[in-house]
């Protein structure tokens, strides 16, 4: 029904930046949210940042001021600009569309932070 698909994980040294996509199709419509999450070894899956069909955001503590949502919703695309990364962002990062109850995922791309 829905699609997500991630791209712009990669190898990217402490201090330095990424930008991560996420491209959502399919029957989208109505309240909705999107959503990036982000699973380290060991670790359970987090919530990083989301954005609502109305404007509003959301960032974990971790990262309030140094990464951004934002959103085209035209094309139902948002992106994660990661800033000031720290060896902690290592992990897989997930994007999620919320419909209603119903969550849609992304098969993830990584992001290593390592000098």
């Known amino acids: 029904q829905v699609q997500v698909v991630e791209s712009g994980g990669g190898l990217v040294q402490p201090g330095g930046s990424l930008s991560l996509s996420c491209a959502a199709s399919?029957?989208?419509?109505?309240?909705?949210?999107m959503g990036w999450y982000r699973q380290a070894p060991g670790k359970q899956r987090d919530v990083v940042a989301t954005?609502?069909?109305?404007?509003?955001?959301y960032y974990a503590d971790s990262v309030k001021g140094r990464f951004t949502i934002f959103g085209e919703y035209i094309k139902n695309t948002v992106y994660l600009q990661m800033n000031s990364l720290k060896p902690e962002d290592t992990a897989v990062y997930y994007c999620?569309?919320?419909?209603?109850?119903?969550?849609?995922w992304g098969k993830g791309t990584q992001v290593t932070v390592s000098s």
């Open positions: 399919g029957s989208i419509f109505g309240l909705y949210a």
């Open positions: 999620s569309v919320h419909i209603g109850i119903r969550d849609y």
């Open positions: 954005i609502t069909s109305n404007g509003g955001t």
